[in-house]
């Protein structure tokens, strides 16, 4: 803990040397702190109003550097009556440059607002002269600026705002004003590019920023060629390569200068060292790849390629049994006196020669004092990452990769708070003892009393008979029923939390920064559907004026330019009937036309069910449900010709393009978010209500290409683009899940299809997985509801309905007394509908009224619509 404490005192220096600066500058500027996601900033502004865009200057900096900053940089930057904006506190800068407020952030220290393009270039000189940190990152969204200081760089961009450009999806984007006064989205583009209007008032650099993957490496005199991008972040990228001269297939890591810089100058570059000693150390063991190059200053480390698959990603009953043999490989690697320190199933590799561990940027020698202090959701143990390096440390990550093997998840999904205790809850819930017996010795909170790997590997062993038969039970070892009143409950105090956010969801504090404050997906309009539905479903009146609140926001807003369902009007629309209909008040039905009308005569550039033409389809049926009318479905008339003259047929399946400025890469999907499925669901329900007999029938030769031709070689799962592409099973975007939802929806599909559908999706459904509705638990909830309404699936739809109901309990945490679900992320906690807190709540609540209804359906919107008293 001495590392931590020294930490802590920088970061009170560091805050007091603030305070000092501030209290010295002059009398008339301004300051104040405001918070922007995980980053709190401090804002120095001299009197005067700034230009509303123009060339910003960013100064970056390591966190090591941070008190020589305050020294050297801001006293020249006041001199010069330049407005300011820097981190508060030494934390807002080791998040900025870990990448947690976007990878296009990093190295933006202190950014700096110029009166002029004049100033700015005297800027540049004098800072060029003075300012030379050894660790700062490279701001991947800028230019390099000054010949000597390799921290200074540029971007064109907003001063002030100017107004907002809102795309087809509803990502609402800062603006700037081009030359000939159109609104232009304020692009932070990673690769650095500019406005192609906007004249750099100083030359560039000529040094790289952001190094590409794709050309030779020269190291030591060897040369490496990348062949595949594996994986690529703010840290750097990882690439599959070869060494040409004995076509020996590699891994290349690249690491940024700066990136994760701590307190002590260590950053992920000078992490590449110990990492290469310790594979050095392991070499020949067959434990770890072996080090073939490694260049320093160019951050570059090159190993051999360990081959084989991801652990993570073998069928359950594999997974189970190489338990055993990963923590017997565990104890081999404490043997030779080393700790790997970031043990998950993700950092195993199982080939023809066994497991391989990868990954050892953390590892470090038993008894190591001040080791890289990182850690892994729900694998690090409460001793933390600062402690001294022990095996004990990897135990508890033994534990956790055992409940991932069973579970089928990361443990990480689970809420920070009491994650080892909900591991093991969950696996007791799911009838899982056994393995809930030997990860509760991992995580036991003491190391000291922890088993030793090799204890553990023997335990496995023993055991694992047990847990396969445990496992292999599946569904039917669970006995446990829908618990009703806490379904109630929970539903209802996330419909309470939901008011931290009124009167709508325009700060949604969402990692999709400005995604959609009025649609279905994460605004407005999903939470008064969400709200509506919890009143409707528990039979209560408590969210009325939260509801009324809501919807009348949304109805003085103007159309949006996204048309979309989930995205954009058509969305709103069907939220304000719903309202309209509920609060008896005419003029929310008004806005609900308003806006569909705006929507249905567009020519929104997409096709799909999310965003696209599909969505305005099928909106047009709902608000007709709702209203008892037909006006919407005859507008929809024209998104519906455009939808069947636009299908094409490439091998077998029914496709439709997507818009080419979302996915420049041209892959055509299949799922029910963006591709067929969703498009052929919407088609076949305004067919069947209309009567039109051409839509219906594309509609089911579109479900029938992808039950033939569209999944993947075991028949599992939908492949999620026509590239061959497949994703989770068990989501509704672009998985079997999402499939089967919108065949029972468009009651499509012959009986055959439908069943294998069925077949794949109870063997796609999870333990674990995070809470949403678009990416998690909600939409298996969801879909096992509607499963209810088949007479040969209803006795197991109910079992599965309070399974699913069971692994969502663990997945809540309470903020500020009342209940709540993270989303994808688990630091985000936000309202919204589909990647939200409500997803959950909403289900929960039509689960304990027994209902089998869609939520998003004409039959249950409809309820939803009756008038209160």
């Known amino acids: 803990m001495e590392r931590s404490s020294s930490a802590e005192r920088f970061h009170a220096r560091y805050a007091l040397a603030l305070e000092a600066f501030v209290a010295g500058l002059p009398q008339e500027w301004s300051t104040g702190v405001h918070r922007d996601g995980p980053v709190s900033w401090r804002v120095c502004e001299p009197p005067g109003e700034l230009p509303a865009q123009g060339w910003k200057l960013h100064v970056s900096a390591s966190a090591a550097d941070a008190l020589d900053l305050l020294d050297v940089v801001l006293p020249a930057l006041v001199e010069a009556g330049a407005a300011v904006k820097l981190p508060d506190d030494v934390r807002s800068i080791l998040r900025i440059n870990a990448g947690l407020a976007g990878r296009s952030q990093v190295g933006k220290i202190v950014t700096v607002y110029p009166s002029s393009d004049a100033a700015l270039a005297a800027l540049v000189d004098r800072l060029d002269a003075v300012w030379r940190p050894g660790q700062a990152p490279a701001v991947p969204s800028d230019l390099p600026v000054g010949p000597v200081s390799e921290a200074l760089f540029i971007r064109y961009g907003e001063f002030t705002p100017v107004g907002e450009v809102v795309d087809s999806t509803g990502v609402r984007r800062p603006a700037l004003r081009a030359p000939d006064g159109s609104l232009r989205p304020d692009v932070r583009d990673i690769r650095g590019r500019q406005p192609e209007w906007a004249v750099p008032p100083v030359r560039p650099a000529d040094r790289p920023v952001n190094p590409g993957f794709d050309g030779p490496i020269e190291i030591d005199g060897a040369t490496y060629l990348p062949l595949k991008l594996l994986g690529e972040d703010a840290r750097g990228f990882v690439a599959l390569g070869v060494r040409p001269a004995d076509q020996r297939l590699v891994v290349i890591r690249h690491r940024r200068r700066g990136v994760e810089g701590d307190e002590f100058g260590e950053d992920v570059v000078t992490r590449l060292e110990p990492e290469r000693r310790v594979l050095e150390h392991l070499s020949g063991s067959g434990l770890a790849p072996e080090p073939l190059a490694h260049d320093a200053s160019a951050g570059y480390l090159v190993v051999s390629d360990a081959g084989g698959g991801r652990l993570e990603r073998l069928p359950v009953e594999e997974r189970l049994d190489l338990m055993p043999e990963l923590a017997a490989a565990v104890a081999r690697l404490h043997a030779r006196g080393i700790v790997h320190r970031d043990l998950k199933l993700p950092n195993v590799r199982v080939g023809p020669d066994g497991l391989r561990l990868v990954d050892f940027e953390l590892a470090a020698p038993i008894g190591t004092r001040h080791p890289v202090p990182c850690l892994t959701d729900g694998h690090t143990p409460p001793e933390g990452p600062f402690a001294a390096v022990e095996p004990a440390y990897d135990v508890y990550g033994l534990g956790s990769c055992l409940a991932h093997a069973v579970l089928g998840c990361c443990p990480g999904e689970l809420p920070e708070r009491g994650n080892a205790g909900r591991q093991t809850g969950l696996l007791l819930r799911h009838g899982q003892p056994t393995a809930a017996a030997i990860v509760r010795e991992c995580h036991h909170p003491d190391p000291g009393r922890r088993p030793a790997a090799a204890q553990v590997a023997e335990r496995l062993r023993a055991a694992l008979p047990a847990m396969r038969a445990e496992r292999a039970a599946g569904p039917s070892a669970y006995r446990g029923e829908l618990d009703v009143r806490w379904a109630r ?49 528990l039979g209560t009146r408590r969210f009325t004026h939260d509801i009324a609140g809501a919807a009348t926001w949304l109805a003085e807003r ?39 009308e705006h929507a249905a005569a567009s020519r929104v550039p997409d096709y799909d069910l999310f965003s696209g033409a599909a969505g305005i389809v099928w909106a047009g049926c709902l608000l007709d449900a709702v209203l008892d009318a037909t006006w919407a479905r005859d507008l929809a008339g024209r998104q519906a010709g455009r939808i069947v003259e636009a299908a094409r047929h490439i091998d077998g399946l029914v496709v439709w393009p997507s818009d080419p400025d979302l996915e420049p890469s041209g892959n055509v999907f299949l799922g029910a978010a963006h591709g067929t499925a969703g498009v052929a669901m919407a088609l076949g329900i305004w067919g069947g209500s209309t009567g039109d007999a051409t839509a219906v029938a594309l509609a089911e030769d579109a479900f029938r290409g992808v039950a033939t031709h569209g999944l993947t070689g075991d028949g599992t799962n939908i492949l999620s683009t026509t590239t061959g592409e497949s994703r989770r099973a068990q989501h509704w975007c672009h998985g079997m899940a999402g499939f089967l939802w919108c065949l029972l929806q468009a009651n499509a599909g012959d009986d055959g299809v439908r069943e294998a559908a069925v077949a794949a999706f109870d063997r796609a459904t999870p333990l674990l997985d995070g809470p949403t509705m678009c990416h998690g638990l909600s939409g298996v909830l969801e879909t096992w509801r509607m499963l209810q309404a088949l007479p040969g699936h209803r006795a197991r739809a109910r079992r599965r309905v309070a399974q699913v109901a069971d692994s969502l309990r663990p997945l809540h945490h309470s903020q500020d007394g009342v209940t709540v679900w993270s989303s994808e992320s688990s630091s985000v906690v936000t309202p919204g509908l589909w990647l939200g807190f409500l997803g959950p709540a909403a289900q929960l609540a039509l689960a304990a009224a027994g209902s089998a209804d869609p939520l998003l359906s004409a039959r249950w919107l409809r309820r939803c619509a009756r008038p209160v008293r």
Do not use: Y
């Open 489 to 537: 409950g929970a539903a209802m105090s996330a419909g309470t939390a939901a008011r931290r956010f009124r009167p709508h969801c325009r700060h949604n504090a969402h990692d999709l920064p400005g995604d959609g404050d009025e649609g279905l997906n994460l605004g407005a309009a999903g939470i008064v559907v969400a709200l509506a539905t919890l009143d409707t479903a």
């Open 558 to 596: 103007p159309p949006s330019p996204a048309h979309g369902l989930f995205t954009g009007d058509s969305g709103v629309a069907v939220a304000l009937a719903v309202a309209g209909g509920r609060l008896g008040r005419a003029d929310l039905v008004a806005g609900a036309r308003r806006r569909f």
